[in-house]
Structures are given as C-alpha cells and as structure tokens.
C-alpha cells in the first residue's frame, strides 16, 4: 500500500494561462508506434494545448533526438522531461544515459509498459515513474533505479487492471491528466528535499482509480 503520507496527484486538465513550466517534453512511441502508439501522439496534442513544448517521435530515431536535445539544452538549459511507450519507454531511458555522459539532469522520465530490455534509471534523472503490466509479454519492462539513486522514484504495475492492456495502457485519459499535471508542477516541485525520498512500488488494486502518488510529495 501508498506510504502514509503520500498524496494523490491526479488533477484535471490545467488551462495555458496558468501554466509556468518551460519544460521541453520529447515522447516516443513503440514499435509500430503510429499504430499501436496513438496514445503518445494524443498526449502531445494535450501538451501543446496547454502551451508546453512538446514533440513525438518514434524510437528508433532515438539516438539522433537526444544528440540534438544535447545541442538545445548548451544553447537553452530549460527542464527535460521524456515519456516513452513500450520500445519508446526504453528509448526514454537510453536517452537519459546519453544526457548523463554530457551531465544534463532530466527533470522527470515517465516510462509507460516499457520493454523489458530497458536499463536501469541514471543517476542524473530527478523524478522517474514507471507504469507497467508486470505479466505484459509485449512491454512489461520492471525499471528500477541504479544503485545509489536519489531521486524521486515511483512504480505503478497495473496488471491487476483486466481493463488495460498494452496497447491501451498509453492511451488513458485520467493518466495524460496527471502527467500534464505534473509537467506543469515541475517548476514548483523540489527535485531534492531534507528528507531523502522514499521509493514506490505499488501493485494497484482492481476497480481502483489509477492514482500516480508521487514519493516526493509529501
């Protein structure tokens, strides 16, 4: 069960004039992404609604996006964040490894059924959540944080939810919510606090709202 003093974070659709986050948000989808990906493009559209910058692509351009990312973050340092679905989530975190080995921090990483070929959170990642269907053959991807860790970090496996499958996991409505959410926190949001943050593994019980409690929020 959610830590005590953990707050659900889900919150509606935020409108453009209250956004303050400069973030630069890169997506990717997975394999046969403008297929069974949908749900990345329909989150970007969100995004950019919501005045925040923000592109897909698919993963196996993934390489060629972070050198470029490198290049726009030396000319305009604002926070990065990266989202992926199934091959995009390891894509995700392979990108966040590039940008460790040039020391640029990612703000936040959200990782949806990745493969389970993806590595494990870099260090330089401030706040990491994993979405997953531990009994998914197609992502089913466990991430876990890299051995002395400090960042927020939080798992949410979902396959207790007979509704969700892979190819729907990345397209929920109440998820993109709270993802925008938190993009749009990201500027008030500590990536580091007194207390060394707690992380979260939590197995989300059936007919239960998909809540992502976040173990830097106190």
């Known amino acids: 069960n959610p830590p005590p003093?953990?707050?659900?974070?889900?919150?509606?659709?935020?409108?453009?004039?209250?956004?303050?986050?400069?973030?630069?948000?890169?997506?990717?989808?997975?394999?046969l992404g403008p297929i069974f990906s949908r749900g990345m493009d329909r989150l970007t559209d969100r995004l950019q609604k919501a005045g925040i910058r923000a592109d897909v692509y698919e993963f196996t351009i993934c390489r060629l996006i972070a050198d470029q990312a490198?290049?726009?973050?030396?000319?305009?340092?604002?926070?990065?964040?990266l989202i992926g679905?199934?091959?995009?989530?390891?894509?995700?975190?392979?990108?966040s490894q590039m940008l460790e080995a040039e020391n640029i921090p990612v703000s936040l990483v959200v990782t949806i059924d990745?493969?389970?070929?993806?590595?494990?959170?870099?260090?330089?990642?401030?706040?990491?959540?994993?979405?997953?269907?531990?009994?998914?053959?197609?992502?089913?991807?466990?991430?876990?944080?890299?051995?002395?860790?400090?960042?927020?970090?939080?798992?949410?496996?979902?396959?207790?939810?007979?509704?969700v499958s892979h190819i729907t996991i990345d397209k929920m409505d109440d998820v993109h919510q709270q993802l925008i959410a938190k993009i749009v926190q990201l500027a008030t949001t500590p990536s580091k606090g007194d207390v060394e943050p707690v992380p979260l593994r939590y197995v989300v019980p059936p007919n239960t709202a998909i809540e992502l409690w976040d173990s830097g929020t106190s």
């Open 85 to 95: 679905h199934s091959m995009g989530g390891y894509c995700s975190v392979i990108f």
């Open 70 to 81: 490198i290049r726009d973050f030396r000319d305009n340092p604002v926070p990065i964040v």
């Open 114 to 163: 990745p493969a389970h070929v993806t590595p494990n959170v870099p260090l330089n990642v401030e706040r990491f959540i994993n979405i997953f269907l531990s009994k998914d053959v197609l992502g089913g991807g466990d991430v876990k944080p890299q051995p002395g860790y400090r960042g927020h970090y939080a798992s949410f496996d979902l396959s207790e939810h007979d509704e």
């Open 5 to 31: 003093n953990a707050v659900a974070t889900a919150a509606p659709d935020v409108p453009p004039a209250a956004i303050p986050s400069q973030a630069r948000v890169y997506l990717f989808r997975g394999a």
